[in-house]
Nanobody, 119 residues
C-alpha cells in the first residue's frame, strides 16, 4: 500500500506563489508516476503536473506550463509543486496521486490540500 499526504495549501492573491508538497510512504517502489490533480468548484478534476519515478521525466498541462514546476525530493519520497503566477481559476482542492502504470491510471490518492487564489 501507498499513502500520500499533501501540504502547503492556503490563500494567496492573484499573481502570488505557493509550494505544495506530497509526502509518500509505504510501497513507493511500486509507483511509476506521481502526479498532482486539481478539482476546482463546478469543474471536473484535471491533471496538473507529474513526474515519472524511474527517469524523473516530467509532465505538465498546457494551462500551467511555464508557471508550475514539479520536483522530487530526496529518496523520491516527496513530490513538490511550485506554483507561480497564480490565477483565480487555480482555486480548488489539489490532490497528489500515485500510479503503478500509466499517468492516467491512478491507484492511490491523498486527501487533498485547499488552494484559494483571490483576485
Amino acid at each position: 500500500q501507498v499513502q500520500l499526504v499533501e501540504s502547503g495549501g492556503g490563500s494567496v492573491q492573484a499573481g502570488g506563489s505557493l509550494r505544495l508538497s506530497c509526502e509518500v510512504t509505504g510501497a513507493i517502489h511500486s509507483l511509476n508516476y506521481i502526479g498532482w490533480f486539481r478539482q476546482s468548484p463546478g469543474k471536473q478534476r484535471e491533471a496538473v503536473a507529474g513526474i515519472y519515478s524511474f527517469n524523473s521525466q516530467k509532465w505538465d498541462s498546457d494551462s500551467v506550463k511555464g508557471r508550475f514546476t514539479i520536483s522530487q525530493g530526496n529518496f523520491k519520497r516527496t513530490v513538490n509543486l511550485r506554483m507561480n503566477g497564480l490565477k483565480s481559476e487555480a482555486t480548488g482542492m489539489y490532490y497528489c496521486a500515485g500510479s503503478r502504470n500509466s499517468r492516467t491510471d491512478t491507484n492511490f490518492w491523498g486527501r487533498g490540500t485547499q488552494v484559494i487564489v483571490s483576485s
